[in-house]
C-alpha cells in the first residue's frame, strides 16, 4: 500500500484561526479524502478530493470552512478555517488504491482552545 | 436507523478465545465491505475486504458476508492481547467511492 504522511501531526491553536494540514503520498493516487473523526466517535468523511477539479463535499461540510487544494496526483491539503472548539478533532486522509480500498494516513491531532 | 451499525462494547474475551464482532448496514445496494482496526491515538489500519457472500479466512481473522440478512462479521481466532482495539466496519455503495463507518466496537482482550 501506499506511504501517506501527513503535516502536522498535531496542533494547538487559538479560536478564529486557521489551520492549514498537508497529506502527501509517495504514489500517484487519483482519489484522496478527508475525515474528521471527533472525540470518541467514528470517522465522517469531509470531501472527497480530486486532482485538476473541485472538492466533493458530504453533506454538513463547506467550502468556505474546510477550503480543500489538489495541485498533484500525490499532494492535498485540508484547511480548517475560523476555527473554534468544536473543530477540535483528528483529521485523516485517506487515499483510495486497487479493489476500491482505502488506506489512511497517520491523522492530524487539533485541538482548539 | 444508522446506515451502519455496531456494538459499541466493549467486548471482552479471555486470551485465546474467538472474538465475534459484528456489523449491519442498510443500504442494499452496498457492494465493498471493510474491517478496519484502530489502536487509541492511530488512525485505522485495513483488517480485511469482503465483497461476495461468504467467509473469507486471512491467517486468524475471518471476514463474513451475508448480504441478504445485511450484516457482515469479523472473527478472531486466537484472541491476543495486542488485539484489544476498535473495529471499524465501513461500507461502500455501489458506484460510488464513499465509505461509510459504523461507530466502531471496542475488543478488549484479557491475559
Known amino acids: 500500500s501506499a506511504v501517506i504522511s501527513q503535516k502536522p501531526s498535531r496542533d494547538i491553536c487559538q479560536r478564529g484561526t486557521s489551520l492549514t494540514i498537508q497529506c502527501q503520498v509517495d504514489s500517484q493516487v487519483t482519489m484522496m479524502f478527508w475525515y474528521r473523526q471527533q472525540p470518541g466517535q467514528s470517522l465522517t468523511l469531509i470531501a472527497t478530493a480530486n486532482q485538476g477539479s473541485e472538492a466533493t463535499y458530504e453533506s454538513g461540510f463547506v467550502i468556505d470552512k474546510f477550503p480543500i487544494s489538489r495541485p498533484n496526483l500525490t499532494f492535498s491539503t485540508l484547511t480548517v478555517s475560523n476555527m473554534s472548539p468544536e473543530d477540535s478533532s483528528i483529521y485523516l486522509c485517506?487515499?483510495?488504491?486497487?479493489?476500491?480500498?482505502?488506506?489512511f494516513g497517520p491523522g492530524t491531532r487539533l485541538t482548539v482552545l | 436507523q444508522k446506515e451502519v451499525e455496531q456494538n459499541s462494547g466493549p467486548l471482552s474475551v479471555p486470551e485465546g478465545a474467538i472474538a465475534s464482532l459484528n456489523c449491519t448496514y442498510s443500504d442494499r445496494g452496498s457492494q465493498s465491505f471493510f474491517w478496519y482496526r484502530q489502536y487509541s491515538g492511530k488512525s485505522p489500519e485495513l483488517i480485511m475486504s469482503?465483497?461476495?457472500?461468504g467467509d473469507k479466512e486471512d491467517g486468524r481473522f475471518t471476514a463474513q458476508l451475508n448480504k441478504a440478512s445485511q450484516y457482515v462479521s469479523l472473527l478472531i481466532r486466537d484472541s491476543q492481547p495486542s488485539d484489544s482495539a476498535t473495529y471499524l466496519c465501513?461500507?461502500?455503495?455501489?458506484?460510488?467511492?464513499?465509505?461509510?463507518f459504523g461507530s466502531g466496537t471496542r475488543l478488549l482482550v484479557r491475559p
Open positions: 465501513a461500507v461502500q455503495r455501489d458506484s460510488s467511492y464513499k465509505l461509510i
Open positions: 485517506s487515499v483510495e488504491q486497487a479493489t476500491d480500498t482505502q488506506y
Open positions: 469482503i465483497y461476495s457472500n
